[in-house]
């Protein structure tokens, strides 16, 4: 069953199947548990309502890469939502480590860290109908990207699904809830796009479903302004390693016209780090990968390496 999951994915997610995720162990509330037997209540918070927040990391060379800004991110949001994790950061990190030395985990994995706001005594969505305490979820698969696809690049399709503003639901918010991003996926699966390209409400590019968007025009890399997007782990430190490297970067408004005449366009994520972009919209980009992109890839892996917490 896994294996057959796997083979239907495709896109920038898509990974290599490793028979390894069949045993996983999967810590459920600080117990571990079997794939087939981790499982939380139908009361729950975050399968009712879509009400918690989580994190993706990426464990490689025996650590965990940007723990610190990921928990940072995860905490804000919980406090965003007024939900206690009812763990400090150091009672959380020591739970991740437990999780991964029960896997014997060091290199090539994946983990999705989920806090929901716990039990409801009742399906409705008032936080005071809550009893006990946040469910904590943490599983770890091997997961490596699929080498064909970031060497040839991706495929993105610009959607009718907009991002929205802190008005509607600030997307600096990494919660549960995701419809807008779950439409725009199906958009993009529809139109035989690997992934989506979002517009904010003005009709400007914003972000991905489920990555950020990066081009490159003239040596100078351009990303969306903050506001209709999530605050990225990876864009944040790509934008760094340009900084520290010298090449010119921008946060600022820039419309499709600019990502039809790129030179080069890549996305960014916790889990592949940098892909290029080889069309969008059925424009062709001139240079798949090319000297700009193939550069902050390199100084990105490095700072990735050199951010690592130890698992201990």
């Known amino acids: 069953m896994i294996d057959d ?3 239907d994915a495709h896109g920038v997610h898509d990974y290599v199947a490793d028979p390894r995720n069949a045993d996983v162990l999967i810590s459920v509330n600080g117990e571990m548990k ?8 139908v009361f729950d918070s975050g399968y009712i309502l879509g009400d918690g927040v989580w994190e ?12 610190p800004e990921h928990f940072k991110r995860l905490y804000a949001g919980a406090k965003t939502i007024d939900m206690d994790i009812g763990l400090t950061k150091d009672e959380l990190t020591a739970r991740l480590m437990d999780c991964l030395k029960a896997n014997g985990m ?10 929901t706001r716990g039990i409801k005594k009742t399906p409705y969505q008032g936080p005071r109908f809550t009893i006990g305490k946040a469910t904590i979820v943490i599983i770890p ?3 490596t990207p699929v080498p064909e696809i970031v060497a040839k690049g991706v495929t993105l399709f610009t959607v009718h699904v907009r991002r929205t503003g802190p008005a509607e639901q600030d997307q600096k918010l990494n919660s549960h809830s995701k419809l807008n991003c779950i439409m725009a996926c199906i958009q993009a699966d529809k139109a035989g796009a690997d992934e989506a390209l979002m517009l904010d409400p003005q009709g400007f590019v914003a972000t991905c479903n489920s990555t950020h968007f990066f081009i490159v025009r003239d040596g100078e890399v351009w990303t969306s302004p903050p506001e209709y997007c999530l605050g990225g782990i990876t864009r944040g430190n790509i934008m760094r390693v340009c900084r520290e490297a010298g090449i010119p970067v921008f946060e600022k408004r820039f419309s499709l016209f600019d990502v039809y005449s790129a030179d080069e366009a890549f996305i960014t994520g ?5 892909t ?3 069309e969008v919209d059925g424009r062709s980009i001139d ?14 892996k490095q700072l990735a390496t050199n951010s690592l917490t130890p698992i201990s």
Not at 34 to 41: D, K, Q, T
Not at 106 to 115: K, P, S
């Open 56 to 67: 993706g990391m990426r464990v490689s060379n025996g650590g965990v890469a940007f723990l």
């Open 141 to 143: 698969e091997y997961k």
């Open 106 to 115: 060091t290199d090539g994995v994946h983990i999705r860290l989920m806090v």
């Open 287 to 300: 240079h798949v990968g090319g000297p700009v992109s193939q550069r902050i890839s390199t100084l990105y």
């Open 270 to 274: 916790t889990f592949a780090g940098l």
């Open 34 to 41: 079997r794939r087939n037997e981790a499982v939380v209540s």
């Open 5 to 7: 999951m796997e083979d």
């Open 276 to 278: 290029p972009v080889r």
